[in-house]
């Protein structure tokens, strides 16, 4: 009787060899933390950003529009993250 | 709340930002950056995977969100820093602003009276078919120049300059007349 296993083809170049994304576990506590340093970073650029565009862009119909989308673009990513991390944990 | 301390009467004749070209290069860069962990999944073997578990999509959807909020961010960290980049052409004065940093502006500006020439390049195909240019403005004095690039519909910005130059030195002809006259008559 021959046994017989199929060697599965680990893709282009694989340099890390059978390493595969289902392996890959990360505590939670982790998630967290980049997270809230993700939180603090947008935060800080938010920040001067918008310093900069209410100094010196007020009432620029291009500026209104670039807040809008920028805030709430990050507002959407950051309640998606916030869901992810959740659902992981 | 008033951006630029303007003088008394002095009326913003045009607000010049840079042509939307300046903005390509950073989106093109950002994009690849966007794609690159996408492309090193699939090129350093990681694709092995024919379906992933509920807890590595959330995984993998929190680390790809993270990595886009954050070139999200720097997009528009360069957006600023071009876009308040400007020139403002008024009555009186070409005022030139500078942003090269987030907390790097310098405020020029030169009066339009002692304007000497007027330059306008646009070289090559590429700004000639996209209508950009340099335009380059020489004072008199010091000879100081003001330098303008990436500048949509440069030849009309020279053209308004022209104009309000004239315009200026014709106000300043009919004063020193007016002065001579009143002098003339109460003898002072």
């Known amino acids: 009787m021959i046994d017989y296993t199929p060697k599965l083809p680990t ?3 694989s340099i890390f060899g059978d390493v595969s994304l289902s392996s890959l576990s990360v505590p939670a506590n982790v998630l967290w933390g980049l997270l809230l340093l993700i939180v603090v970073i947008v935060g800080v650029v938010t920040v001067i950003l918008y310093y900069h565009w209410i100094r010196y862009g007020f009432g620029d119909r291009k500026v209104i529009m670039v807040q809008i989308l920028y805030s709430l673009v990050v507002f959407f990513c950051l309640g998606a993250m916030l869901t992810s991390v959740i659902s992981y944990a | 709340m008033p951006r630029l301390p303007l003088e008394p009467g002095e009326e913003i004749i045009m607000t010049c930002h840079k042509h939307w070209l300046a903005y390509v290069l950073n ?6 950056l966007l794609l690159l962990p996408y ?10 995977d024919v379906t992933l578990s509920d807890k590595t999509m959330d995984l993998v959807t929190f680390l790809y969100l993270g990595w886009f ?3 999200w961010a720097y997009f528009f960290i360069a957006w600023t820093n071009i876009y308040l980049d400007e020139w403002i052409v008024t009555d009186r004065r070409i005022i030139d602003i500078d942003q090269t940093g ?3 502006r310098s405020v020029s500006d030169f009066r339009i009276e002692k304007i000497q020439n007027i330059m306008v390049k646009e070289v090559g195909f590429v700004a000639h078919m996209l209508g950009y240019g340099t335009i380059i403005v020489e004072t008199a004095g010091e000879r100081i120049k003001l330098e303008f690039d990436t500048l949509p519909d440069p030849g009309k910005v020279r053209d308004l300059i022209s104009e309000c130059h004239d315009k200026c030195l ?8 007016n002065l001579e006259a009143r002098e ?3 003898g002072d």
């Open chain 1, 11 to 13: 893709g282009v170049g």
């Open chain 2, 27 to 32: 989106t093109f860069v950002l994009s690849i």
């Open chain 2, 39 to 48: 492309i090193a999944y699939r090129t350093l073997g990681f694709a092995t």
């Open chain 2, 69 to 71: 909020i954050i070139l």
């Open chain 2, 102 to 104: 987030l907390f790097h």
């Open chain 2, 170 to 177: 014709a106000n300043l002809t009919n004063n020193t007349h």
């Open chain 2, 184 to 186: 003339l008559v109460t």
